[in-house]
């Protein structure tokens, strides 16, 4: 069973740059070429899609973090994904949390706008930035 872990979490100013880590466990190195992600989510306010890369490299980021926020995937023995967060907002601040699943969800079918596409979710790791 697919475990899924975030690191690099932590608090900074605005402006400030963050790299978030999705490490996976429990399965083989195919399991990176899937659709992988990021969501978020404030205190009182529904979780949020953040970014997803599919399982030929291509991405997609939700409007308000393009241009300053980066998903790539990670090779090594463990399957991972990483968020680069750059030019950090009071606003991205939130807990953030890795997500994983289809291996046919390509393009924007490996996003927000599909949620089914998710089927294995992280803890969570928490983002603070302040003003």
């Known amino acids: 069973q697919v475990k899924l872990l975030e690191s690099g979490g932590g608090s900074v100013q605005a402006g400030g740059s963050l790299q978030l880590s999705c490490t996976t466990s429990?399965?083989?190195?195919?399991?990176?070429?899937?659709?992988m992600g990021w969501f978020r989510q404030a205190p009182g306010k529904a979780r949020e899609w953040v970014a997803s890369?599919?399982?030929?490299?291509?991405?997609?980021y939700t409007n308000s973090v393009k241009g300053r926020f980066t998903i790539s995937r990670r090779d090594g023995a463990e399957a991972a994904h990483e968020l680069q967060m750059d030019s950090l907002k009071p606003d991205d601040t939130g807990t953030y949390l890795c997500?994983?699943?289809?291996?046919?969800?390509?393009?924007?079918?490996?996003?927000?706008?599909?949620?089914?596409?998710?089927?294995?979710w992280g803890q969570g790791t928490q983002v603070t930035v302040s003003a």
């Open positions: 429990g399965v083989n190195y195919r399991y990176r070429y899937r659709c």
């Open positions: 997500a994983a699943g289809s291996a046919s969800a390509y393009g924007d079918e490996c996003s927000g706008a599909n949620p089914s596409a998710f089927s294995a």
């Open positions: 890369i599919d399982p030929v490299g291509y991405t997609t």
